[in-house]
Antibody
Framework: QITLKESGPTLVKPTQTLTLTCTFS??????????VGWIRQPPGKALEWLAL???????RYSPSLKSRLTITKDTSKNQVVLTMTNMDPVDTATYYC???????????WGQGTLVTVSS | QSALTQPASVSGSPGQSITISCTGA?????????VSWYQQHPGKAPKLMIS???KRPSGVSNRFSGSKSGYTASLTISGLQAEDEGDYYC???????????FGGGTKLTVL
């Protein structure tokens, strides 16, 4: 059974850097083809893809947010970390960790973590 | 503004069928048979309902089906049930850099 869980601060101040950790089980990020990504959803709004990292450390970023995002992995800990710099109130959202399926679908989702950006 | 266009809302009575459309472009839906659909209930994480245009994951009811024509993908739900009520999002792979693009979501109301 595949599970993913996000952790990190629930409140950050404008201009601060957000660091979120995804801890997963049921698969390994050292297995060929495996990818783990991040998706966010502002309150009452649509989903938005942020970043994805592959088993071979190849990384993909949303073009609109690329300059602010960094995604890394720790295979030994079964964790993926996302950092987002220069946080703004418009970045207030639920942030989801996601496991990519073989057909480029989001096969498994974490429960999500709500991050509020406010002074 | 989302990359993929979905109707804001659809509704139907129990037992009826509804279809939700998702229109993209040549760079996403038009180029890849990698459209997926997600159901989201209030306060919950999205759940995969359809992958690769028309594949149903294990455990998803066969009342859910998907298709694609040109730049438009569709999700059909037959035999509507009260539990189907919620938000539905389409998603398409859009290449190495853009990767995943989403629709704006469709709110399904079961009357």
């Amino acid at each position: 059974q595949i599970t993913l869980k996000e952790s990190g601060p629930t409140l950050v101040k404008p201009t601060q850097t957000l660091t979120l950790t995804c801890t997963f089980s049921g698969f390994s990020l050292s297995t060929s083809g495996v990818g783990v990504g991040w998706i966010r959803q502002p309150p009452g709004k649509a989903l938005e893809w942020l970043a994805l990292i592959y088993w071979d450390d190849d990384k993909r970023y949303s073009p609109s947010l690329k300059s602010r995002l960094t995604i890394t992995k720790d295979t030994s800990k079964n964790q993926v970390v996302l950092t987002m710099t220069n946080m703004d109130p418009v970045d207030t959202a639920t942030y989801y960790c996601a496991h990519r399926g073989d057909g480029y679908e989001i096969a498994n989702w974490g429960q999500g973590t709500l991050v509020t950006v406010s002074s | 503004q989302s990359a993929l266009t979905q109707p804001a809302s659809v509704s139907g009575s129990p037992g009826q069928s509804i279809t939700i459309s998702c229109t993209g472009a040549s760079s996403d839906i038009g180029s890849y048979n990698l459209v997926s659909w997600y159901q989201q209930h209030p306060g919950k994480a999205p759940k995969l309902m359809i992958s690769e245009v028309s594949k149903r994951p294990s455990g998803v009811s066969n009342r859910f089906s998907g298709s694609k024509s040109g730049y438009t993908a569709s999700l059909t739900i037959s035999g509507l049930q009260a539990e189907d009520e919620g938000d539905y999002y389409c998603c398409s792979y859009a290449g190495r850099n853009t990767y995943w693009v989403f629709g704006g979501g469709t709110k399904l109301t079961v009357l």
